[in-house]
């Protein structure tokens, strides 16, 4: 490990089968019977990332950007420890918290007051943790008045808001955010993004992808482009996205 990284990503990649879980009929059957093993092989393999490598400083904000289906969110599970690379291998030094599918744990027969303590225990929190942080979810979320409601009755903004209050109890010494700066109303955005600027501003290491060019340019130190699941360019913030938006046909 070289010194003050937080964060070393090593030749990873990232292979999918795909049509592994398509439905069998009989017309299936004899397209396959009747296709080359190889063809058919090569057809269904993906590569969704192919020999990253990048280092991420200790308290460094890094964004991420590409076009849909780049391969930025997999690179984030991967770092986040949700899946394992084909090739390749993770380095992390240090406490994970990943906001990569808000809500994702949720239990939607479940009240909030119950998801609050489902969520927490599922990330890792003590029950004393989250008796002693209870009120500080609550307060943050805003939902009060719903905390006995099931949350498959919520709107996809009320999950977001609980889970988003849920994952930012404690100060971990990574932070991997998925998009969810852009869930639930304009006020709970601008909230969220300045607990996530407290996080930062406390030394907190943060991976970032976004669509919103504007909020990288806001908060990140450094880019990432990714595109066809390989890197295009690391670099400056300003730097990177002016090159990604040249290659996308985009004027600011």
């Known amino acids: 490990m070289e010194k003050n990284n937080m964060i070393e990503v090593k030749n990873v990649s990232m292979r999918f089968n795909l049509g592994v879980e398509k439905n069998f009929s009989l017309k299936q059957f004899f397209v396959d019977v009747l296709s080359f093993k190889k063809k058919k092989k090569k057809k269904e393999e993906f590569w969704a990332l192919k020999n990253l490598n990048f280092e991420i400083k200790s308290g460094e904000v890094m964004g991420f950007v590409g076009s849909n ?7 984030l599970k991967i770092v986040a420890g949700v899946m394992k690379p084909t090739k390749g291998k993770v380095d992390a ?12 744990g949720f239990d939607p027969d479940l009240t909030a007051r119950e998801n609050i303590y489902l969520n927490g225990a599922v990330m890792g929190y003590s029950e004393e943790l989250l008796d002693r942080k209870f009120q ?7 939902l009060h008045d719903f905390l006995d409601v099931p949350v498959k009755n919520f709107s996809s903004g009320m999950v977001a808001r609980l889970a988003f ?10 932070l991997i955010v998925d998009e969810i700066l852009s869930v639930g109303d ?6 969220s993004e300045n607990k996530m600027k407290s996080m930062i501003g406390g030394g907190t290491t943060v991976l970032y992808v976004s669509h919103s060019i504007e ?13 066809h699941g390989e ?16 290659f996308m046909g985009v004027n600011e």
């Open 231 to 246: 890197v295009q360019m690391i670099g400056k913030t300003d730097e990177v996205l002016d090159k990604y938006l040249e």
């Open 186 to 191: 304009i006020a709970f955005q601008a909230k």
């Open 215 to 227: 909020s990288i340019r806001k908060l990140c130190n450094r880019v990432v482009w990714i595109e």
């Open 165 to 174: 209050s849920v994952a930012t109890i404690v100060e971990p010494e990574i």
């Open 69 to 75: 289906g780049a391969g930025k969110s997999t690179l």
């Open 93 to 104: 030094y240090g406490s994970i918290c990943p906001m990569i599918e808000l809500g994702a």
């Open 136 to 142: 500080d979810i609550v307060d943050f979320s805003e």
